[in-house]
């Protein structure tokens, strides 16, 4: 990054000839980043007007020949100087979430970028930082809503604005809406915010998980049933469809209802009308109805394995959320919203995250989504010994991203009860933790897998 123009010369004089070289200070007084160059020795060369806004120093203060210490302080000079890495490395750092501390002592959240500075003979002269304000998206991400707008969703990112723009909108309607993505991405969130900003807010939100309920269950939990109508049902039980007149019902994993359910269901959105299992009364339901899967349903239709009317009938307005390697500008705010969330639970007083582990986490793909850099970010607050979280403190797969379940077992005071682990593990977030087809891949029944899971202490991990 060339912001001065110089001669080989001068790299290794004084460097007041360098700053007498910045000819462009009006273009970056105009810059509402704030920006500070520093000599190879870590002393101040230049800030612009908005770096000393910023820092709340004044805009005329001296700051030539100042150690670069005495003036910039944020939370990640804690954890080591992150300039000193680009000067003596020559690695730049983009977008790095911190906290910078004023003058006056406040407390500003900032997104922070470094660079070399070379001469003309590529030489490094210096090393500049670029600070930008980001108290907005900071106060709007620890709203209840999330970020101001009622969906509750930590985003920053252009496909993600879209869709949650058009949600109020959705919302008014009684429209079926399909919601598809993969395992973490949200979906649960997005049908809360439907409901939320719907005219049927004031009734209950009921939920159900398709892939939890086994084939013989599934129509009693949604329909309900009558004494009598099978072995075990010692009462009159009402369905979710009953318990949701005048709400929502969310149906998750809706590409793992049996065809016979399916039927039923077809039925329920055509008319509006459903029938207790063992019954033959038909009960009348006003439910707005929003499903989510992370099958691919067009495919499932083609190959025989969904109705394809029942597809048409839920599919009415689609709503795609993109995994997060698709938007990785949302990360760093997503780690700052995990890491505000885990200091309120947890006793580890971090506060920060060093620069290496930063680019671990930026750089990792998280085929789990937001539901797996929460947990990678709680994994790292139950490892960190300190306030800084370490490269170390991540897990393996993040740390060491080629890293084999086997490595991450060795790791382990059991490696064969946590190889067993990790493998289930794999299994569930392959499967979008959909309990049938995991336990057929492993060759296993149900009931076994379940009992498996509870005595490795495997739970479906929380919503993002």
């Known amino acids: 990054m060339n912001i001065a123009r110089t001669d080989a010369s001068l790299s290794s004089a004084s460097p007041r000839p360098i700053l007498d070289r910045l000819d462009h200070q009006i273009i970056f007084d105009s810059i509402a980043d704030g920006i500070v160059a520093v000599s190879l020795d870590y002393q101040l060369l230049y800030m612009n007007r908005a770096a000393k806004q ?64 070379r001469n003309e003979s590529g030489e490094a002269i210096g090393g500049v930082e670029i600070f930008r304000d980001i108290s907005l998206i900071k106060e709007l991400s620890a709203r209840p809503d999330g970020s101001g707008g009622g969906h509750g969703i930590v985003s920053k990112n252009g496909r993600m604005a879209q869709i949650l723009g058009v949600l109020p909108q959705i919302a008014q309607t009684r429209s079926t809406v399909l919601i598809t993505g993969e395992s973490g991405t949200g979906k649960e969130l997005i049908a809360e915010a439907l409901h939320r900003q719907s005219p049927r807010k004031g009734r209950q939100l009921v939920k159900v998980n398709c892939a939890a309920l086994s084939e013989g269950l599934i129509e009693s939990e949604l329909f309900g049933h009558v004494r009598g109508a099978f072995t075990g049902a010692i009462a009159d039980k009402a369905g979710r469809f009953e318990l949701a007149d005048g709400g929502t019902l969310f149906l998750d994993e809706i590409g793992e209802i049996p065809p016979k359910t399916q039927a039923k269901l077809l039925r329920v959105l055509e008319s509006g009308e459903f029938e207790r299992v063992g019954d033959s009364r038909r009960i009348k339901g006003d439910v707005r109805l929003i499903a989510a899967t992370n099958k691919d349903l067009a495919r499932a239709v083609e190959t025989g394995e969904f109705r394809k009317d029942l597809f048409y009938r839920l599919n009415v307005v689609p709503i795609h959320l993109p995994p997060l390697r698709e938007r990785r500008d949302d990360i760093p705010l997503l780690i700052r919203h995990f890491v505000s969330r885990f200091q309120e639970t947890h006793p580890a007083k971090v506060n920060n995250i060093s620069p290496e582990a930063m680019k671990f986490l930026l750089n990792y793909d998280y085929p789990g989504n937001i539901r797996e850099l929460q947990n990678v970010i709680e994994h790292a607050f139950a490892c960190c010994e300190g306030n800084t979280i370490l490269p170390e403190d991540l897990p393996l797969t993040v740390y060491h991203p080629n890293a084999s379940i086997i490595d991450v077992a060795l790791r382990e005071p059991n490696p064969f009860r946590s190889l067993e682990r990790e493998l289930i593990k794999k299994a569930l977030d392959q499967s979008g933790w959909n309990i049938i087809p995991t336990a057929k891949r492993l060759g296993m029944s149900r009931s076994t897998l379940w009992r498996r899971m509870k005595d490795l202490g495997i739970d479906r991990p929380d919503r993002p």
């Open 54 to 117: 910023l820092l709340g120093c004044g805009e005329r203060i001296e700051v030539f020949g100042r150690p670069c210490r005495e003036m910039v302080r944020t939370h990640a000079c804690l954890g080591g100087c992150v300039l000193r890495r680009t000067i003596e490395r020559g690695e730049p750092l983009a977008n790095f979430e911190t906290v910078l501390r004023t003058q006056a002592g406040t407390e500003i959240p900032v997104s922070l970028s470094t660079a070399l500075i």
